[in-house]
Nanobody, 124 residues
Framework: QVQLVESGGGLVQPGGSLRLSCAAS????????IGWFRQAPGKEREGVSCLSSTGTYYVGTVKGRFTISRDNAKNTLYLQMNSLKPEDTAVYYC???????????????????WGQGTQVTVSA
């Protein structure tokens, strides 16, 4: 059974850091396009970061602050978030695609497996 379990969300002050984790079971993350999406209240879901066969990609608002990574041995995806801002507040979802992908990968149609989401709140 395919399962993605996220953890690491929470409440943090502006300027703080969080690391989100997404443990995968039922399949291996190797060679699959993977990423993170988020959805804030009243806003559309957006791709935050992804990792395809050609590299890592980030939405402009998080470039230089967020880092996506994968630990193949643990079959786990991470999102390190630094210098957090109130506008980063959202539910964050890890996503896994159907196979390899080359090029930018922030479009939701690429993904067929979604985690349950973890809340990130940035507030003083």
């Amino acid at each position: 059974q395919v399962q993605l379990v996220e953890s690491g969300g929470g409440l943090v002050q502006p300027g703080g850091s969080l690391r989100l984790s997404c443990a995968a079971s039922g399949f291996t993350l190797n060679d699959l396009v993977i990423g993170w999406f988020r959805q804030a209240p009243g806003k559309e879901r957006e791709g935050v970061s992804c990792l395809s066969s050609t590299g890592t990609y980030y939405v402009g608002t998080v470039k230089g602050r967020f880092t996506i990574s994968r630990d193949n041995a643990k079959n786990t995806l991470y999102l390190q978030m630094n210098s957090l801002k109130p506008e980063d507040t959202a539910v964050y979802y890890c996503v896994v695609g159907r196979g390899r992908h080359y090029g930018p990968c922030l479009d939701s149609y690429l993904y067929n497996s979604w985690g349950q989401g973890t809340q990130v709140t940035v507030s003083a």
